[in-house]
């Protein structure tokens, strides 16, 4: 089955520096990748979700990336700010009906330094 | 809009009991998947439910089930409750089955004594 390997666990950042996360994924059939923001007590919101037909896509100052053939996608958060700070998660799945499962990452912790 | 609602929001259960969890997808949202959340394990697919019917299921217990009504409410249930159940439940909704985008609700703290 898929597999979703995050890197780096812990990430901490000056204020106003990006923030880049890594993931890579083992099933070749997956072809939908989102991203997750989780602040402490609350369920995990979408921030920004790409699909294996588009290979970045930017909302403001959120980025994301996808090599298909690497199978490995990154979050770029640029210009940071405190409130950026949070768990975020990858995850990714595939179309099939009955395959819409999100295979999620172990996540990582961002600490944005005032 | 409103979004996916979770209840309870904490539940505190001891071994052996049975527990039932509640949610309520977005309005129009006809699918509801569930997770579970523990510090050990991160972010664990449970099921999947459309239109009343399980699509789709993670690798766990039967002890774990679940159900969705015509309304696209989804209960989940836990029987013969035990230490390792304690954790973060969290529903998800969307649109429809397959990749179309979860949204999740706040999820429901259980705790098992």
């Known amino acids: 089955g898929e597999n979703v390997e995050q890197h780096p666990s812990t990430l901490s950042v000056q204020e106003g520096d990006s923030a880049v996360i890594k993931c890579t994924y083992s099933d070749s059939a997956s072809n939908y990748f989102p991203w997750y923001k989780q602040e402490l007590g609350k369920g995990p919101q979408l921030i920004i979700d790409i699909r294996s037909n588009v290979g970045e896509k930017k909302d403001q100052r959120i980025a994301v990336t996808l090599n298909k053939t690497a199978k490995h996608f990154s979050l770029h958060i640029t210009e940071t700010q405190p409130e950026d700070s949070a768990v975020y998660f990858c995850a990714a799945s595939r179309d099939g009906g009955s395959q819409g499962n999100l295979i999620f990452g172990k996540g990582t912790k961002l600490s944005v330094k005032p | 809009k409103a979004g996916v609602t979770q209840t309870p929001r904490y539940l505190i259960k001891t071994r052996g009991q049975q527990v039932t969890l509640s949610c309520s997808p977005i309005?129009?949202?006809?699918?509801v998947s569930w997770y579970q959340q523990t510090p050990g394990q991160g972010l664990q697919f449970l099921f999947e439910?459309?239109?009343?019917?399980?699509?789709n299921k993670g690798n766990f217990p039967g002890r774990f089930s679940g159900r969705q009504f015509s309304n696209s409410r989804s209960e989940m249930n836990v029987s013969t409750l035990e230490l390792g159940d304690s954790a973060l439940y969290l529903c998800?909704?969307?649109?429809?089955?397959?990749?179309?985008?979860?949204?999740f609700g706040p999820g429901t703290r259980l705790t098992v004594l």
């Open positions: 439910y459309f239109s009343e019917t399980q699509r």
């Open positions: 998800a909704s969307s649109l429809e089955v397959g990749t179309d985008t979860q949204y």
């Open positions: 309005s129009g949202h006809r699918s």
